[in-house]
């Protein structure tokens, strides 16, 4: 089973800054399989990014993702005050998925 | 407009059987390239995929609750049934079901989700 290891843990960052989060794979992950969710206290998740760089139907063009076999990144350009919740990576592999544990985004 | 509603017993009692109901519309269950998934969240902590389905019945499921659960779905109902015996506390949590893309296996589309709680 592939474990995925999201850093840091909590981001602190104001608005208008840029935000690099980061999923590390403990082995190759295809890139087809590489997705990135946001959740908001009290909601769903939602899907940003899927095949490590393509951005789900309506997600604004802040959000970025890119990377390969084992390194993957999500960044946010420019930070909105709606973009503040917890994002999680998630793979598919070998008939399993698996989600990283999760960063916190916060206001600082 | 693509919706998912899990529906299921808010309270369960240790070693029953949780049978959740996950009722689709927008998008048909014989769609060849579309299915569902069912994932979890424990209060305060990450998301753990459980399962998925395909239309062609292919199913996997997680490594380590393979033993204690079952999908299956109903085409005519809209319906994907996700069954977990032997329920413990450690198993509280807010239970998803979400449409999966088959070619890209990411849920692109997400019910409110479900919360479980499990105690005597």
């Known amino acids: 089973e592939i474990v995925l290891t999201q850093s840091p843990g909590t981001l602190s960052l104001s608005p208008g800054e840029r935000a690099t989060l980061s999923c590390r794979a403990s082995q190759s992950v295809s890139s087809s399989y590489l997705a990135w969710y946001q959740q908001k206290p009290g909601q769903a998740p939602r899907l940003l990014i899927y095949g490590a760089s393509s951005r789900a139907t309506g997600i604004p063009d802040r959000f970025s993702g890119s990377g390969s076999g084992t390194d993957f990144t999500l960044t946010i350009s420019r930070l909105e005050p709606e973009d503040f919740a917890v994002y999680y990576c998630?793979?598919?592999?070998?008939?399993?998925?698996?989600f990283g544990q999760g960063t916190k985004l916060e206001i600082k | 407009q693509v919706t998912l509603k899990e529906s299921g017993p808010v309270l369960v009692k240790p070693t029953e059987t949780l049978t959740l109901t996950c009722t689709v519309s927008?998008?048909?269950?014989?769609?060849?390239?579309?299915?569902v998934s069912w994932i979890r969240q424990p209060p305060g902590k990450a998301l753990e995929w459980l399962a998925h389905?395909?239309?062609?019945?292919?199913?996997s499921y997680s490594t380590s609750l393979k033993s204690r659960l079952t999908i299956s779905k109903d085409t005519s109902k809209s319906q994907v049934v996700l069954t977990m015996t032997n329920m413990d506390p450690v198993d509280t949590a807010t239970y998803y079901c979400?449409?999966?893309?088959?070619?890209?296996?990411?849920?692109?589309?997400w019910g409110k989700g479900t919360t479980v709680t499990v105690s005597s």
């Open positions: 927008g998008f048909s269950l014989s769609n060849a390239r579309m299915g």
């Open positions: 998630q793979q598919y592999g070998s008939s399993l998925v698996t």
């Open positions: 979400a449409r999966t893309d088959y070619d890209i296996l990411t849920g692109d589309v």
């Open positions: 389905i395909f239309s062609n019945d292919e199913k």
